[in-house]
């Protein structure tokens, strides 16, 4: 845990604010149906690791934490992409754009409908 006044606790709490002031509204049963369409990481496919939240938009360029705009990421995928816009992050780095720009539609596709 960072000092209290330290710049990795000012940053946490301008992260806290920003979080707050987006109307995130993914619920951990949302959640939890993003893991199960994906299970993998989204961006470079690694399985059998811990999955965070991640916004393909993120929050610092008005995205939110919704069903539409979360997907589950590896730590590395994570913190690599920080607050960078996807399709540019996904092209440096070289990783199948296309092919999870597709999964991203198919998947964010399915959640969205009933649930029977």
Known sequence: MAAPGS???RAARRRTRRV????????DAEWQRILDAWRRCAYCGVDGVALQ?????PISRG?????ENVVP???S?????CNAEVTGWMRRRR????AFLRAWVEIGR???APIA
């Not at 990783?95 to 296309?98: F, G």
């Open 53 to 57: 939240r991640d916004c393909v938009l």
């Open 73 to 75: 990421a590896c730590r």
């Open 63 to 67: 995205g939110r934490y919704t069903l």
């Open 77 to 81: 995928c994570n913190a690599s992409k």
């Open 110 to 112: 399915e959640l969205r």
């Open 20 to 27: 707050a002031a987006s109307g995130s509204d993914l619920t």
């Open 7 to 9: 710049r990795r606790a």
């Open 95 to 98: 990783l199948d754009e296309p």
